[in-house]
């Protein structure tokens, strides 16, 4: 059974950084695309960053320039970086094997991991 380990998550003033880590045991991220979802309460779950096997990356409009996922296949490891954080990027974030795939919401959101919190606060 393949279970992602979110970590990194925290409680930061607008303008902080933080860096997400996902890591896997039972399953190697090499060769894999991977991603990382997030959702706030009562909010939908949404796609925020994606990366190909190749490394090629994804982000989505609110986090463009911002955010930077990255991941070291050596380590098992995907990692989103976050910086100038904004109260709205407050959300569990989680980690998602082959982020575009037709999942349901809880699969993208829960399924893999119990997320990890990002709260921004002004």
């Known amino acids: 059974e393949v279970q992602l380990v979110e970590s990194g998550g925290g409680s930061v003033q607008v303008g902080g950084s933080l860096r997400l880590s996902c890591t896997s045991s039972g399953f190697t991220i090499d060769g894999a695309d991977m991603g990382w979802y997030r959702q706030a309460p009562g909010n939908e779950c949404e796609l925020v960053s994606a990366i190909s096997s190749d490394g090629a990356t994804r982000y989505t409009d609110d986090v463009k320039g911002r955010f930077s996922i990255s991941r070291d296949n050596v380590k098992n490891t995907v990692y989103l970086q976050m910086n100038s954080l904004k109260p709205e990027d407050t959300a569990v974030y989680y980690c998602?094997?082959?982020?575009?795939?037709?999942?349901?919401?809880?699969?993208?959101?829960?399924?893999w991991g119990q997320g990890t919190q990002v709260t921004v606060s002004s």
């Open positions: 998602v094997v082959d982020p575009t795939a037709p999942y349901s919401d809880y699969e993208r959101c829960g399924y």
